[in-house]
């Protein structure tokens, strides 16, 4: 369950106080598939950083599983993060020092996972990659590199997966891939999913879609998910 509750976000730039979230209140029930769309500046990938605890917000509260994640220090809300949170960013964020198989082994070994090299494998492999385990990022095409990010993601079976724009730097094609892979590996893991885009096959999959203007909710919808 994700709770936000009279969620508020400024901050200030030029001497002036930007408003860029505005009162945001909605709950999450588990395993549910949520896609977040809107115009441009409307506050969609600062909702998502918050619900990750990356940020703090101005006002409200966040809670994950019943805890309340924006009164934890640092300290406390990274390894949370690490147990209850996947995260896929539109640039990737792969450890460009780090070869395909040790970026999916990241989380595993900061969590302890003593077996976390074999889980990476596994992981590579359901996501069509077995043959590029020793490639850097650089070797990769954006395509690729986003598969990476995606079997990162899933590595520590979070109950939480959060995406922001996952298609946002590929082709159409490649996005639809990327897409499928997603939603299939949800399936099999049960997370809730919450995703932030601007691709309306991508927001067509989801069960709920809730729309956001000008920091707020404009409207929030339960659907059926057609994918």
């Excluded at 990327?178 to 999913?193: A, E, F, Y």
């Amino acid at each position: 369950m994700i709770t936000v509750s009279h969620l508020t976000m400024r901050l200030i730039a030029g001497g002036h106080i930007i408003t860029i979230l505005d009162d945001i209140t909605f709950e999450v029930p588990e395993k549910q598939m949520v896609a977040i769309v809107g115009p441009s500046g409307s506050g969609k990938s600062t909702l998502l950083g918050l619900i990750a605890g990356l940020d703090k917000p101005t006002a409200g509260s966040i809670r994950l599983d019943g805890v309340e994640i924006t009164v934890m220090p640092e300290s406390q809300v990274a390894p949370y993060r690490r147990q209850k949170i996947g995260y896929i960013f539109q640039s990737f964020h792969l450890i460009p020092t780090l070869n395909a198989l040790e970026n999916v082994a990241v989380p595993l070994e900061l969590n302890g996972d003593l077996d976390a090299k074999n889980r990476a494998v596994e992981l590579l492999a359901a996501v069509g990659l077995q043959d590029r385990q020793s490639h850097y990022p650089v070797q990769l095409s954006g395509g690729e590199q986003q598969r990476v990010a995606v079997a990162r993601a899933f590595a520590s079976h979070p109950p939480i997966l959060l995406a922001d724009e996952p298609t946002g730097n590929l082709d159409s094609a490649t996005g639809r891939q990327v897409i499928d892979l997603i939603l299939s590996l949800n399936r099999d893991h049960g997370s809730t999913l919450m995703l932030v885009t601007h691709d309306p096959d991508l927001a067509s999959c989801a069960e709920r879609i809730i729309t956001l203007r000008d920091g707020r909710i404009e409207s929030d919808e339960v659907r059926v998910r057609a994918g």
